[in-house]
């Protein structure tokens, strides 16, 4: 789901560790749910200073989860916090009858729990992020091809899948990795620009807030992708020093299937969710140990172009200020 007021966190509480989450009970065990099920849940907030919403709101977000996940086999899991006005509780118990287990109380267990039970990983997806001048740089980048034995890893280095430490370097395959840096910049200046502005305080902690991470700190690094023919990418978690992750997808022809976007995984590697590898759009999350994505091996017709967005810890040449 999308809309300027929703944004998909791995919890919304910021008090809550994922600690909490993993020793949390099955309150729902007497629901008859367990993690057999493929659960989705829903945590509904309320109205504060920032933002309000309405049943119009949430009628559209509704009717989104019944086409993508009840009418697909899942269960539903609604839960309230202390904000949820009651109209809008009411209205979620006559717009899903039966067909959702919904928590009318406040209750953190029940939330840890919800959370834990669910298979989806939700990630922000973007639409019309990039301009029309920085697809077109995207698209003209001359990314060195060479003949490559595809592993199943971007850095053709057969590098374990769990969240693990990485190679800045961008391994074995660092030779032919366009990473924007302050070498070949001027080759790029509506990249440029957009890399200034990931680097300015001001962004890094308003997009640090969004994922409950301290980018102050941090520094940007940027690649331009060319995915060639034969190109996978086995279900892995990024490298720790990616605090977050970001990959923007760039097919202003159409010419590339739309099935080419990344493939989402839940904790027992099954396969849950692909972004669309449509133009102009993408995705965030922050990076952890049961962020499981990929590329399952698909047709590429001529090369999948994107442009991948990381706040890293390890030193690049573009640094927040």
């Not at 989705?40 to 949430?58: A, H, K, Q, T």
């Not at 990039?130 to 091809?145: D, F, G, R, Y």
């Not at 969240?163 to 001027?186: C, H, L, M, S």
Request: glycine share 6%.
């Amino acid at each position: 789901m999308k809309g300027s007021n929703v944004l998909s966190t791995f919890g919304a509480l910021h008090y809550i560790t994922k600690e909490e989450i993993d020793n949390s009970g099955n309150f729902f065990s007497k629901y008859n749910l367990s993690e057999k099920d493929k659960i989705v849940s829903l945590i509904l907030g309320g109205p504060n200073r920032y933002y309000d919403f309405n049943e119009i709101d949430l009628g559209n977000i509704f009717f989104s989860i019944k086409d993508n996940f009840l009418d697909k086999g899942f269960k539903l899991i609604i839960v309230r916090s202390r904000r949820t006005p009651d109209n809008i509780i009411d209205f979620a118990k006559k717009f899903f009858l039966n067909s959702a287990v919904i928590i009318d109380f406040v209750s953190k267990e029940f939330y840890l729990s919800a959370l834990k039970l669910s298979k989806i990983i939700i990630v922000w997806e973007l639409t019309e992020p990039l301009t029309n001048q920085q697809i077109k740089e995207i698209c003209e980048a001359k990314v060195p091809e060479v003949k490559i034995d595809f592993d199943g890893t971007r850095a053709v280095d057969g590098g374990a899948g769990a969240y693990r430490a990485g190679d800045p370097t961008g391994g074995k395959a660092g030779k032919i990795r366009e990473f924007v840096t302050k070498d070949n910049y001027k080759d790029y200046p509506h990249l440029k620009k957009f890399i200034d502005e990931l680097c300015k305080l001001e962004t890094a902690k308003y997009i640090g807030s969004k994922i409950k991470k301290d980018l102050s700190k941090a520094y940007v690094r940027v690649e331009i992708i060319a995915d060639r023919v034969g190109f996978w990418l086995k279900p892995h978690c990024d490298i720790k020093e990616k605090l977050m992750s970001c990959l923007l997808f760039a097919n202003p022809d159409n010419y590339e299937s739309e099935e080419l976007g990344t493939d989402f995984y839940d904790k027992n590697l099954k396969l849950v969710k692909t972004v669309p590898y449509k133009n102009n759009y993408g995705y965030v999350f922050t990076s952890g140990p049961d962020t499981w994505h990929g590329l399952e091996k698909k047709e590429i017709k001529r090369d999948r172009r994107c442009l991948q967005v990381n706040y890293v810890t390890f030193e690049t040449d573009w640094k927040v200020n």
